[in-house]
């Protein structure tokens, strides 16, 4: 398996600021994904991030609202920017790793629980 | 967007019962990931299961999959209050891992 972390893991927010969420995972790993799961919802992908490259946005997604870094294998931030209400959601970070499986099981961080007021 | 669509919504069962749920789908997978979801907190991997294979257990887990009804079955038995959670399916549906999830049975066992 894989040990995530993400900070924070919630915040409340006013309308128009942005907030950096970050993830950092025990080892390194080539890919990184970035979920959101608006309330009562199930988990939509935002983007997939690679070291070295620009992140890959899903269909919806654009990198002005969304911008990811992925400074190295084991670390990566998503930030909301210029958030809304609407933006309110849990953002999960993951990972795919070897599990029991096989080599493309795929982990999630805890989640950072955003609330945009 | 999602591809599967799961069902039943919700499941309320008494302590000791099994649970079953389903997932259907709607184009060809190389794999489908089952989680669990503990009042909105992180997923907990459950199990994979691949296109190729038909039945998997883990524990007191069981799951299927019908590559020709695309579809496939979570089985949880002799369920525990611990088991309380929403159950999510995911499948990918290449090999650039991008998982693609269905909406969610939440499932609640009554002691």
């Known amino acids: 398996s894989a040990v995530i972390s993400q900070k924070p893991s919630r915040d409340i927010c006013q309308r128009g600021t942005s907030l950096t969420i970050q993830c950092q995972v025990d080892?390194?790993?080539?890919?990184m994904f970035w979920y959101r799961q608006q309330p009562g919802q199930s988990l939509t992908l935002i983007a997939t991030?690679?070291?070295?490259?620009?992140?890959?946005?899903e269909s919806g997604f654009v990198i002005d609202k969304f911008p990811i870094s992925r400074p190295n294998l084991t670390f990566s931030t998503l930030t909301v920017s210029n958030m809304s209400p609407e933006d309110s959601s849990i953002y999960l970070c993951?990972?795919?790793?070897?599990?029991?499986?096989?080599?493309?099981?795929?982990?999630f961080g805890p989640g950072t629980r955003l609330t945009v007021l | 967007s999602q591809q599967g669509e799961e069902d039943p919504q919700a499941l309320s069962i008494q302590e000791g019962e099994n649970a079953t749920m389903n997932c259907s789908y709607k184009?060809?997978?190389?794999?489908l990931q089952w989680y669990r979801q503990n009042s909105g907190r992180g997923l907990v991997h459950l199990i994979l299961i691949r296109s190729n294979e038909r039945e998997k257990h883990s524990g007191r887990l069981r799951v299927t999959l019908d590559t020709s009804k695309k579809s496939s079955s979570l089985l949880i038995t002799a369920s525990r209050a611990a088991d309380t959670a929403s159950y999510f399916c995911a499948t990918a549906v290449s090999n650039d891992y991008k998982l693609s999830f269905g909406a969610g049975t939440t499932v609640t066992v009554r002691a």
């Open positions: 080892s390194q790993v080539t890919m």
């Open positions: 991030a690679n070291q070295g490259s620009e992140a890959t946005y």
């Open positions: 993951s990972v795919e790793r070897e599990g029991p499986g096989g080599w493309d099981t795929q982990y």
């Open positions: 184009t060809s997978i190389n794999n």
